[in-house]
Every structure is written in C-alpha cells, then in structure tokens.
Nanobody, 124 residues
Framework: QVQLVESGGGLVQAGGSLRLSCAASGRTLNRYAMGWFRQAPGKEREFVAA????????YYADSVKGRFTISRDNAKNTVHLQMNSLKPEDTAVYYC?????????????????WGQGTQVTVSS
C-alpha cells in the first residue's frame, strides 16, 4: 500500500508560481509512474502531468505545457510539480497519483493510489 500526501498549495496571484510536492510512505515509488491531476469546482478531474519510472519520460496537458514541470526525486520518494505563470483557470484541487506500471499515462483509471489533494487558488 502506498500513501501519498500532497503539499505546497495555496493562494497566488496570476503570473505567480507554486511548487507542489507529493511525498510517499508505506513503500517506495520504485517502478511507479507518477501523475498529477486536478479538479476544479463543477468540473471533472483532468490530467495535468505524468512522469515515468525512473523519470526519463514526461507528459503534459496542452493547457499547462511550457508552464508546468513535473519531476521526481527517487532517493527522497517524492514527486514535484513546478507551476509557473499561473492563471486563474489553474485554480483547482491538485492530486498526486501513483501507477504500479513504470510507464507514464494520462488516464486516471490507470492509477492505483491517490493522495487527498491540495488546493491551488490563482487570483486575477
């Protein structure tokens, strides 16, 4: 069993930056692909970014490409999402997820473990 805990969310002005972190406990993230998803009020959960194991491949939603960067620190069992040039439409609860296969995927149903989420609010 993998427990995931997100942190780093908060309130930021448009154009600002935040760095989300996802810490794993229970077992290591060795051979797990990792992903970030988000869900805004009244909307479905959507894919944001994913990274393979051990980190050679990354994928991004078109809406965040060039602004967000996913990375992983395998020694520290953590995954990060650096978010720059934030926009009000990035406002959502952001979730970290782990997939037992090593290949990164955009599909939420492929992920086996989920964190509780961290709120990101971008003001205009």
């Amino acid at each position: 069993q993998v427990q995931l805990v997100e942190s780093g969310g908060g309130l930021v002005q448009a154009g600002g930056s935040l760095r989300l972190s996802c810490a794993a406990s229970g077992r290591t993230l060795n051979r797990y692909a990792m992903g970030w998803f988000r869900q805004a009020p009244g909307k479905e959960r959507e894919f944001v970014a994913a990274i393979s194991w051990p980190g050679g491949s990354t994928y991004y939603a078109d809406s965040v490409k060039g602004r967000f960067t996913i990375s992983r620190d395998n020694a520290k069992n953590t995954v990060h999402l650096q978010m720059n040039s934030l926009k009000p439409e990035d406002t959502a609860v952001y979730y970290c997820a782990a997939d037992r296969t090593f290949r990164a995927t955009r599909e939420a149903y492929e992920y086996d473990y989920w964190g509780q989420g961290t709120q990101v609010t971008v003001s205009s």
